[in-house]
């Protein structure tokens, strides 16, 4: 590790630091009169937990890291990492950044614990996806600032008290979500540099295939909070906001009967691919200022949970130039399979296999960039999805019962069985291995270790 890497790592935390100057150097748009109230540091703070450290005299604490888990066991240590997030995209308005409410941090009325700088890098050198991502000790060093100041825009989303953050807070934010987006603004440099001087830089399209409830919602969520408020226009479209209206799926119901894989939304077939084709068209043309478009979304409440789209008056609009376009769905990716194969798990999915033809030219061939989370199990997508049912009942918002969730998911688990295999060892549909990100997590959706 170079001299200066060092240098940054052994700083105390002080008002002065190069990292405060750093911040609000870059990050004006913040209003700084909020961090008056620390007397004793400037806003980078991280905490390790009491038991875990004692408090010293010294700015420093003794590194405890070697105590703490790379990851979260399968129980997710028997809590969520911070409150159920699973309804923080808005149906209406995912992309509205004013749906996040104001930015704001509790400071804790008794002295705060602080550690150092050298602490929280080793705690990122701990990360499970480390090495999977290529990175190395002198890469976090030099860029550790980046860290930190991306880490303190994460807190400031989910409304954490980067005083205290507990260890799966600090996990999902410096194991997960900002190691990740360090991997995408990379992806992002790399397709830019394509272009030649004075050209249209079209967006770069990031796929994220994913079964439903395991957080990737989420994780685009906070990237693309990240994008933008690093000077960066992104858009954040899913697989969802293509389904059929519910007038359309009900026809469909009726010319396929007794399919119950597509009696209801989800499977290849229930989904408006030209709207698709439409709409991913006209993001990746927004490459000047002034260029203006409304983003389709899907209210997964309507109809008793049965779902249907938005009123296009509620949809969020995004201009141009965009950087980014965030792209996720359960079954992007999927490649059909020969038809005995698919006839083997269930006579119903020879229909979903052949709707699945399509969807190369309607979704795939747009994504540049993969990020495929992987899952060992998908029987974990109930109770996943009955978390997020329960967390819309309790927001006052019509939700699926606890039935109507165990009967919904069982139309996806036969096109889990039969497409995930070939995703896992493949890669998604027209993938390049160079530009795909696979990352395996638990039942609690922590990130698994991965070569």
Known sequence: MNMAAMNILSQPWSPTASLCLYYFNNHNHYNISNYKLHSFSHPYNFSIPSSLCAPTKSNHTASRLSQMPTHL?????????????????????????????????????????VSS????????????????????????????????????????????????????????LYHYYVPVFLWCEDQVSQHRSTFKDGEDISPLVIGFSAPQGCGKTTLVFALDYLFQITGRKAATVSIDDFYLTAEAQ?????????????????NAGSHDLAF?????TALTQLTKEGMKMKLPRYDKSAFNGRGDRADPSTWPEVEGPLTVILFEGWML?????????????????????KNLEAYYD????????????????????????????????????????????????????PAYKAYLPTLYAEGPNGSDPKHLLVIEIDEGRNPLPGN
């Not at 698709?276 to 991913?280: A, N, W």
């Not at 992987?374 to 039935?403: F, H, T």
């Open 276 to 280: 698709s084709v439409e709409t991913l």
């Open 117 to 172: 700088v050298q602490d929280l890098f080793e705690f990122i050198c701990s990360g499970p996806l480390f090495n999977k991502l290529g990175l190395n000790p002198e890469k976090v060093a030099e860029s550790v600032d980046k860290w930190l100041a991306y880490g303190l825009h994460l807190c400031r989303l989910f409304k954490l008290n980067e005083l205290y953050l507990t260890v799966p807070e600090k996990a999902r």
């Open 73 to 113: 066991s399968k129980s997710g240590s028997g809590c969520s990492w911070i409150r159920d997030n699973s309804t923080c995209r808005n149906t209406a308005a995912s992309n509205d950044c004013s749906r996040l409410g104001p930015s704001y941090s509790v400071f804790p009325t008794k002295p705060a614990e």
């Open 333 to 353: 990716g999927f490649k059909p399979l020969p038809v005995e194969v698919v006839k083997a798990i269930d006579p119903q999915l020879e229909t979903v296999n």
């Open 250 to 266: 009900a026809k469909l119901r009726e010319e396929i009967p007794g399919n119950a894989l597509l009696e209801l939304r989800g």
């Open 362 to 413: 309607a979704w795939d061939k747009f994504i540049k960039a993969w990020i495929v989370i992987k899952i060992n199990d998908p029987s974990c997508v109930y109770q996943w999805r009955l978390q997020a049912e329960i967390a819309m009942r309790k927001e006052g918002n019509p939700g699926m019962s606890d039935e109507e969730v165990k009967d919904f998911v069982s139309r996806y688990l």
